[in-house]
């Protein structure tokens, strides 16, 4: 089972990889739900992006702040092979849910925490949004015109990061078979 602290682009594309190859996903949403449900409303009334990302999954809405719905994550996660996670720089450490303290109380569970800039270097606290990486990395530079330039039609860089997020948990897996223990 895969439990899954998500929003936006970058995770629930990830998550949504291993619901294609058949994990069960449970995506943890806030109150309000994912704004990325709000992006659209052209599959039936609901964000084609949102649709993309969450197929198959089942959703439970929890308040990580408030002890009892931590509870709940906690009996999830006690239970789940792996977690991942894409809040705000420090925000599932500041709950409690960082991978260090997930790995002491669950030593099978493989964790996966996706951020923009990594948890080291000055860098490390800062949000991080798909255009805003586009631009510094250049990306923006060649794309467009040389009066307009312009960033890439879709979500590359969290697109990109999902897709290395998917491919080292799948390591971690291998990695779990012959040790018995998770990895971040």
């Known amino acids: 089972m ?4 998500e929003q936006a682009v970058a995770a629930p594309l990830c998550s949504s990889r291993l619901a294609d190859a058949g994990a069960r996903v449970i995506k943890i949403e806030r109150e309000g739900g994912d704004f990325a449900r709000n992006y659209d409303s052209v599959v039936e009334g609901e964000s084609a992006y949102f649709v993309w990302l969450n197929r198959g999954k089942e959703s439970l809405v929890l308040n ?3 002890p009892g719905d931590a509870g709940l994550l906690n009996k999830l996660l006690a239970k789940a092979d792996i977690f991942i996670q894409n809040l705000l ?3 599932a450490a500041r709950a409690g849910f960082d991978s260090s303290s997930l790995r002491e109380k669950y030593s099978r569970l493989i964790t996966c925490d996706i ?3 990594g948890d080291t270097g000055s860098y490390a606290d800062m949000k991080a949004y798909d255009l805003l990486v586009q631009a510094e990395t250049g990306l923006c530079s060649i794309t467009g015109t040389e009066e307009a ?3 890439v039609g879709v979500s590359v860089c969290d697109i990109a990061a999902g897709l290395n997020a998917y491919s080292g948990i799948l390591e971690a897996l291998y990695s779990r078979e012959k040790t018995g223990r998770g990895l971040v």
């Not at 895969?2 to 602290?5: I, K, N, Q, R, Y």
């Open 115 to 117: 951020s923009g800039y």
């Open 64 to 66: 990580i702040k408030d």
């Open 89 to 91: 720089p420090g925000a």
């Open 2 to 5: 895969v439990v899954s602290l």
């Open 149 to 151: 330039p312009g960033r």
